[in-house]
């Protein structure tokens, strides 16, 4: 994992580890499938790790998006700082600054393919994170 600059990651990675460790845990609780976490900290200044997921309804997609929303107030006490594609629910994009966590349906993430992307990024382990399928 590259160094990050502190005056973009106040906090340190580590901090960001715990955001998508609990957001990945929340997903995978809301029955998501596919759930990845990549590294992005080498490729970007702005974003340390990406949060991936798929969901099977607009319904599904919705409840993990307030799942994670409520999550990481009441555990971490992280405000999102945006959201995009609610509304249309396809690929919802939950912006926590360091973290970004992108839900998608099976269609569209099949088709933007983030993870082909991001291929110089890391794929961390969910247990590496001590999230585990419940």
Same mark, same amino acid.
């Given at each position: 994992?590259?160094?990050p600059s502190r005056s973009v990651r106040p906090h340190g990675v580590e901090g960001s580890r715990k955001l998508a460790s609990t957001a990945a845990q929340v997903a995978l609780d809301n029955k998501s499938t596919?759930?990845?976490?990549?590294?992005?900290?080498g490729q970007s200044s702005e &974003? +340390?790790?990406f949060v991936l997921a798929t969901g099977q309804s607009r319904r599904q997609?919705?409840?993990?998006?307030?799942?994670?929303? %409520?999550?990481?107030?009441?555990e971490l006490g992280e405000t999102?700082?945006?959201?995009?594609?609610y509304d249309e629910s396809r690929w919802i994009v939950l912006d926590?600054?360091?973290?970004?966590?992108?839900? &998608? +349906?099976?269609?569209?993430?099949e088709y933007y393919d983030l993870e082909s992307l991001w291929a110089?990024?890391?794929?961390?382990?969910? %247990?590496?994170l001590g999230v585990?399928?419940?």
């Amino acid at each position: 994992m590259a160094t990050p600059s502190r005056s973009v990651r106040p906090h340190g990675v580590e901090g960001s580890r715990k955001l998508a460790s609990t957001a990945a845990q929340v997903a995978l609780d809301n029955k998501s499938t596919d759930v990845t976490v990549i590294d992005v900290c080498g490729q970007s200044s702005e &974003f +340390d790790l990406f949060v991936l997921a798929t969901g099977q309804s607009r319904r599904q997609l919705h409840a993990i998006s307030d799942q994670i929303e %409520a999550a990481l107030k009441k555990e971490l006490g992280e405000t999102r700082l945006g959201v995009e594609g609610y509304d249309e629910s396809r690929w919802i994009v939950l912006d926590y600054g360091n973290v970004v966590v992108h839900l &998608f +349906d099976e269609e569209t993430r099949e088709y933007y393919d983030l993870e082909s992307l991001w291929a110089d990024g890391t794929t961390i382990e969910l %247990a590496d994170l001590g999230v585990s399928a419940s």
